[in-house]
């Protein structure tokens, strides 16, 4: 199989949002890329991004500060939370509210059984994707030399 795409990095520009001047960003590496999540009935369900949220609501035993940790605002992190509660069978995340104590959140036990879960299933996506890239590759370079010959 002969490959319509360069496998080399590529090159592409990207607008900031607070600033509007064109950047140049580089991609690191050559290969195979993908990302992954999983879908509910309400939409994503858990994802890269999901699933970083929790670790960093294990890590701090709050949202906001979750939520600052990974510059995202409050809201944005509580409807993601919300979300993820609404489509789970039970609980990820449990809030309480704040008071002379101030509030806070914690991970469940299934909440860290889906962050367990989902960098168990990427670990296993990208094995997947390395040695597809391999198989694409090395049958690539034989076609190469079989033409050669």
Known sequence: MILDFPLFPVVYYAMHKKNTRLRKRKVSSAGFRGRIWIDGAEGTFLGYGRIVLLERIREYGSITKAAKSMEMSYR??????????????????EASTGGKGGG????????????????????????????????????????????KV
């Open 104 to 147: 806070g959140a914690h991970v469940t036990e299934e909440g860290e059984k889906a962050i367990k879960l989902f960098w168990q299933f990427y670990a296993d996506f990208h094995d997947f994707l390395k040695q597809e890239e391999q198989n694409l590759m090395f049958s690539d370079k034989n076609q190469q030399r079989r033409r």
């Open 76 to 93: 944005h992190a509580w409807e993601l939370v919300d979300s993820m509660n609404r489509q789970a069978q039970k609980l990820l995340v």
